[in-house]
Nanobody
Framework: QVQLAESGGGLVQPGESLVISCLTS????????MAWFRRAPGKEREFLAA????????RYSDSVKGRFTMRRDNFERTVYLQMSALKPEDTAIYYC????????????????????WGQGTQVTVGQ
């Protein structure tokens, strides 16, 4: 029932900015918490950011804090990840995640194991 569709990835130069999107459907917004993960080939998906649709505090990983911003548009049912000062090590497939968690202490492991995923969008940072 839950469907997530990422878009907006591409090739960018180091230091540039990019915004990727996750269009959602099939669930009631206040029953789920949204998150962004990324994955390099052969690696586990790395947590980046998570937050509820209500506009509460967003949790960020240390690797992207201060550079990436997660935004939500409840009317469009779309979650965005605004990425700035991109580095080659940011190169990965970026995934949207929706997990049935309430606001508060976000359980990253639960979302990774049981949440719903989109197909991902490739972000490549290079020359």
């Amino acid at each position: 029932q839950v469907q997530l569709a990422e878009s907006g990835g591409g090739l960018v130069q180091p230091g540039e900015s990019l915004v990727i999107s996750c269009l959602t459907s099939g669930f009631t917004l206040n029953e789920y918490t949204m998150a962004w993960f990324r994955r390099a080939p052969g690696k586990e998906r790395e947590f980046l950011a998570a937050g509820a649709w209500s506009g509460g505090k967003i949790r960020y990983s240390d690797s992207v804090k201060g550079r990436f911003t997660m935004r939500r548009d409840n009317f469009e049912r779309t979650v965005y990840l605004q990425m700035s000062a991109l580095k080659p090590e940011d190169t990965a497939i970026y995934y949207c995640n929706a997990d049935a968690q309430r606001e508060g202490s976000y359980d990253v492991a639960r979302a990774r194991a049981h949440g719903h995923w989109g197909q991902g969008t490739q972000v490549t940072v290079g020359q």
